[in-house]
């Protein structure tokens, strides 16, 4: 090993081009590229018909793969300036010279702070990364994140995260297969750092042992704010804590006499030794009781519930009530992204929001959620647009008041059974609760719920059955629906050389019977029947099976849509209330096979579905009856097809607020109001003006002002178009609306600034929004979403909205808009100087990028700020220099992610070499960012780029032609960089 690396040391010190031999040699010794880590990751490696070192070496390094988790080549480029004229790759840069210039290898391995904690690693001047790698993985060393360094807490996450390491009670890999949020993640995350910073907070469990919310509950004085694996390792197991209910260190030293409890950690031992070999958990001894009048014995939060709520008597402070304005109270369990029973509740409070009812939105028990604000943006990033309240449930709920509070859950039942304050109690039911558990106490007490005074909304008439003749509840049903904007089937639908099923694989919830599923598709290939499998709903714990198949694991809507369209049989079963799946199956043309029951024949008409009996030879002969008959078929998917577009959310929605208001008019005086109380407007009764620039904008924008025309709002709105000397048929567009107010201005006298500002001063709304000719509103909520993001946070001046890419636009457009918005959700949706304010003083460029990115394609201003901070009126980049200007000056500002638009171009090539070499003169000018230097990087970017969106082209079945038309214009778009930025700016802008 010493002397390959002295050799390649020598070559490297004297620029010598470096031998690929030693190269190969220097890291297959290494420890630095992980065969098959790599293999895994990118699969294509493996078909290539060359080892994985030799695919990275030719391809994987020039197409950004990774070698290993930690490190990513083009961000180490990226940060490492050494590496601009080194010819040889990027990993090997970083082992030889990099590290000790302080270099990370990629955003999650500090170098820094390896070589600060472990000091022997750098005395023996081992590069930190080939020790974490070879040795330190193995012996408790901790791969540190970057983010430490900057962190205001970075010190003591960093001794907590070495103290679990060297406890060897984390288990990383069973943390990510453990929780399915990990499963679907591209980029990498440490789950060690994502344990000690958020999932203790969230109480996810370190190893499949401790009970992390037991723990905190257990021993809340001792724990205090502590993250409470931490205790336990700090003291906690010293002082003979136990460390989950069902398992006592002092029961297994018993049973272990040769184990000495001051040498041996009883949780360690039994991890590493008894619990593989499925060895008993030793229960609790007992042990010497004592009485503390305080103390709360380990009882499941939810089942505390039961005697932590007095139940009340309704006592409302007014017997009348308004039924075109409601006071609706929401209380629901934390939410994650992905939940289908939040994403109906969501829907509903949406609709509910826009026939004028006020909301709130209580978090029962949050413990994926650290603040209130944290949890409205995550309504609005995963699910719907929502503008009420949202707090957790804590002493503020004993003076909830209104006309209607709402339990969601059997858990939430027992908090909103305490409050008094309101008309009636309602319970959304979207499904048979206690048949998700076995009989005992969470059976009992779900079940026992069905029987407290509580008005149900029942999400099917299955259930709304159950409720009135079983429990004698006053239920009314609504329908499912599926989105048939997203879920649709395709015109001409190419024929599968092998017909396809798709299978929702969601093994992990027991009502959906994936076991039987799975023994029926066994069955079926035993049949000799030609098929294949494409699973979707959760990663698979298989890799090989009898028949062909597909592992999709946990799909996003697009992406399900697309598997729907392509298969020809859907299956997806109930065993109790039917789920939203095979709704959205049938919308997109599907026959599906359905479990026989009574849920599933209360829901579906026997031509819509084929059913089957809960046996795998029954499921089998079902789906072979359906492969078989073509005719068959196109008649239960046409039946379906129009079965399923009968239903709406609109419609439900509908159906929920006449419940709402029938329930309480038979018990109450309804006092509504003949006109809806007015929202509150500007001294000229406009709240919002709308401002759309134009110059020969085409037919595209005939949509784009009938869309804006059409906009549902609670308050008056204005829209002006401002036309620079238009030719087309612009002019004859806007006097199609009356409503619509032109102002035309010379075409010399047009300024992307300056045009803006005279949008503002011709109009006279609170809030300015702009659009330009060719973004057109995705819904009628536009701008209504855009302004309400706005008024969310008081010290917002202004809103950008999120752009779709037109459905005929390119596959790598389409993918590259997406990645940016998809960016822009991972940070806090409102964003000032102070939400990161160490890398905001240290101008760190990746985050004075993301303050001031604004784009006035989709956005929204307050007049007052602009009054104070208008438009410099410069010819491009308005809009990103606003955004800066209003964060130098204490403001923030909003991504209105509900706020949506289609807008996109697939410019050619003189079009895309022009505007990347504005855009490039752009940001050189204002803000000094540099993004190609010199021919040399300009040349490798272009092949870097040109290798990436070959595989991923591939990848994704892009066409050829496409692929060769991307290439093309990566080199005009990397041309127009580097040409931009030795543009001479001082007279462009």
């Known amino acids: 090993m010493k002397k390959i690396l002295s050799a390649a040391l020598r070559l490297f010190h004297k620029k010598d081009h470096l031998s690929p031999r030693v190269v190969r040699e220097y890291l297959l010794t290494s420890g630095l590229f992980q065969f098959e880590w790599y293999a895994t990751r990118y699969p294509e490696a493996a078909k290539a018909g060359n080892s994985p070192l030799e695919h990275y070496l030719t391809i994987g390094e020039k197409a950004g793969y990774h070698p ?9 480029r990226g940060h490492a300036k050494g590496t601009k004229k080194y010819k040889g790759p990027a990993l090997l840069h970083y082992a030889l010279i990099g590290w000790k210039n302080g270099k990370d290898p990629s955003s999650v391995f500090s170098t820094t702070l390896y070589l600060q904690e472990y000091p022997e690693v750098l005395k023996a001047d081992i590069c930190p990364l080939q020790h974490y790698l070879q040795e330190g993985v193995y012996t408790g060393k901790v791969a540190f994140p970057r983010q430490l360094q900057k962190s205001s807490d970075g010190a003591k996450l960093l001794k907590d995260m070495r103290l679990i390491a060297e406890s060897d009670l984390f288990n990383p890999e069973w943390y990510k297969k453990y929780y399915a949020d990990f499963w679907d993640r591209e980029n990498y995350i440490n789950p060690l750092y994502h344990f000690v910073t958020r999932g203790h907070a969230q109480n996810r469990k370190p190893n499949p042992v401790f009970e992390t919310a037991w723990y905190r509950q257990t021993y809340a004085k001792q724990v205090g704010k502590e993250n409470p694996f931490v205790h336990y390792l700090k003291s906690g197991e010293q002082q003979g804590f136990m460390p989950a209910p069902t398992f006592c260190p002092r029961a297994y030293f018993k049973r272990h006499k040769n184990l000495s409890p001051g040498e041996t950690s009883a949780l360690k031992h039994y991890i590493q030794n008894g619990f593989g070999i499925g060895e008993p958990m030793p229960k609790p001894v007992v042990k010497k009781t004592r009485t503390n009048g305080s103390a709360k014995l380990p009882i499941d939060p939810g089942l505390r519930g039961l005697i932590d709520y007095t139940k009340s008597e309704l006592a409302p402070q007014k017997l009348t009530f308004d039924s075109t304005s409601l006071k609706i109270h929401w209380v629901i369990p934390d939410f994650a992204a992905g939940g289908g029973g939040h994403m109906t509740i969501f829907r509903m409070t949406e609709y509910l929001e826009r026939m004028g009812h006020r909301q709130t939105i209580w978090l029962y028990n949050p413990t994926m959620h650290t603040s209130e604000t944290d949890a409205h943006d995550d309504i609005l990033k995963h699910f719907q647009n929502f503008n009420g ?84 509840r006053w239920a009314k049903a609504f329908w499912l629906a599926a ?37 029926a598709l066994e069955e079926l290939a ?69 479990l026989d029951g009574e849920s599933t024949r209360a829901i579906f008409p026997d031509t819509v579905v084929t059913f089957a009996a809960p046996h795998p030879k029954a499921i089998a002969e079902a789906i072979l009856s359906l492969l078989q008959n073509d005719s068959k078929r196109r008649k239960q998917s046409k039946a379906a097809l129009e079965w399923v577009r009968s239903f709406s959310w609109d419609q439900s929605a509908k159906l929920i607020e006449t419940a709402f208001q029938q329930r309480l008019e038979s018990l109450f005086e309804n006092k509504k109001r003949t006109l809806k109380k007015p929202a509150i407007l500007s001294s000229t009764g406009i709240k919002a003006s709308v401002v759309i620039p134009t110059l020969n904008a085409g037919t595209v924008f005939e949509k784009v002002l009938e869309a804006v025309m059409d906009q549902q709002t609670d308050w008056p709105f204005e829209v002006l178009v401002i036309d620079s000397g238009s030719t087309d048929s612009t002019l004859e567009i806007v006097a199609k609306y009356p409503a619509v107010k032109l102002h035309q201005i010379a075409k010399e006298d047009f300024n992307h600034g300056g045009t803006r500002n005279l949008g503002v001063e011709l109009t006279t709304g609170d809030f300015i929004a702009f659009l330009t000719h060719d973004a057109l509103p995705a819904n009628n909520r536009w701008l209504h979403n855009l302004v ?63 303050l001031h990115f604004y784009s006035d394609n ?55 070499y022009e505007r990347s070499k504005i855009e490039a003169a752009f940001f050189s000018h204002f803000f000094g960012y540099t993004l190609i230097k010199n021919e040399e990087q300009l040349q490798k970017t272009i092949e870097s780029s040109n290798q990436h969106d070959e595989n991923w082209g591939k990848e994704n079945k892009v066409s050829q032609a496409d692929i060769t038309i991307r290439k093309s214009l990566n080199a005009s778009r990397l041309k127009g960089s580097f040409d931009g930025y030795h543009t001479d700016t001082d007279s462009m802008f």
């Open 526 to 594: 035993k049949t000799g029947a030609d098929f294949e499998v494409h699973f979707f709903g959760a990663p698979l714990n298989f890799t090989t099976a009898s028949f062909p198949f597909v592992d999709h694991g946990v799909a996003a809507p697009e992406k399900l849509a697309t598997i729907f369209q392509k298969a020809d049989i859907g299956v997806v079963f109930s065993a109790t209330n039917y789920s939203l799946v095979p709704q959205e199956m049938m919308a997109c043309g599907l026959p599906i096979v359905e």
């Open 788 to 850: 309400t993001a706005i008024e969310r946070f008081p010290n917002a001046a202004g809103a950008f909205g999120k752009h779709l890419a037109w459905p005929e636009a390119s596959p790598f457009t389409k993918r590259d808009l997406n990645a940016h918005f998809d960016n822009m959700a991972k940070a806090p949706l409102y964003l000032d100087r102070n939400s990161d304010k160490l890398r905001y003083e240290n101008a760190d460029p990746v985050w004075l990028q993301r």
């Open 858 to 912: 989709n956005s929204c201003m307050r007049r007052s700020v602009w009054k104070e901070i208008p438009y410099r009126a410069i010819k491009f980049g308005e809009d990103q220099v606003w955004a800066d200007d209003i964060i130098k000056a204490g403001y923030g500002k909003v991504y209105a992610i509900q706020a949506v638009v289609y807008h996109s171009h697939d410019y050619d090539e003189n079009e895309t």
């Open 389 to 472: 309240r949202v707090k957790f449930l804590d002493k503020r709920f004993e003076k909830a008041k209104g006309d209607i509070i709402i339990a969601t859950d059997c858990w939430t039942v027992w908090p909103v059974l305490s409050a008094s304050n309101f008309k009636r109690r309602f319970y959304f039911v979207q499904d048979y609760e206690p048949a998700f558990h076995p009989m005992g106490s969470a059976f009992l007490t779900a079940e026992q719920t069905y029987r407290e005074d509580l008005d149900c909304i029942c999400a099917s008439p299955w259930l709304q059955k159950i409720m009135t003749e079983k429990y004698g």
């Open 483 to 519: 989105d048939t904007k997203l879920y649709f089937p395709v015109p001409k639908k190419k024929e599968n050389k092998r017909p396809r099923i798709a299978f929702y694989a969601r093994y992990f919830t027991a009502r959906r019977a994936v076991e039987l599923g799975m023994l």
């Open 68 to 76: 290993s988790p930690y490190f990513d080549p083009v961000w180490y």
